[in-house]
């Protein structure tokens, strides 16, 4: 079983800039897709941002384009998102999450049904 572990949440000013972490174990990384997802309370979790086993193939939801980067580290096991100019809107739960088998992978990645594990999440509060 993959376990995923997401660090780096907080409370930020709108404008303002976080790092989260993904740290994976139990699972060999580098044959996982991996995305981002968030959830606000009484939302639908939604996709945010994927990047392809070799890190070769990136999506990201156009709300958080030219603001946020996904990267991955297949030697440290990790997956990044850095998260710029933070609107109050961004407020979330943060989930990392690993899926494989995606074969339209530009389509399949941004679905949360085609990933198997996920972490606890991390709580992001963008203050005005």
């Known amino acids: 079983q993959v376990q995923l572990v997401e660090s780096g949440g907080g409370l930020v000013q709108a404008g303002g800039s976080l790092r989260l972490s993904c740290a994976a174990s139990?699972?060999?990384?580098?044959?996982?897709?991996m995305g981002w997802f968030r959830q606000a309370p009484g939302k639908e979790r939604e996709f945010v941002a994927s990047i392809s086993r070799a890190g070769g193939s990136r999506t990201q939801a156009d709300s958080v384009k030219g603001r946020f980067t996904i990267s991955r580290d297949n030697v440290k096991n990790t997956v990044i998102l850095q998260m710029n100019s933070l609107k109050p809107e961004d407020t979330a739960v943060y989930y990392c999450?690993?899926?494989?088998?995606?074969?339209?992978?530009?389509?399949?990645?941004?679905?949360?049904?085609?990933?198997?594990?996920w972490g606890q999440g991390t709580q992001v509060t963008v203050s005005s």
């Open positions: 999450a690993a899926g494989q088998g995606m074969t339209n992978w530009a389509l399949d990645s941004t679905r949360k049904y085609n990933y198997a594990y």
């Open positions: 139990g699972g060999t990384f580098s044959r996982y897709t």
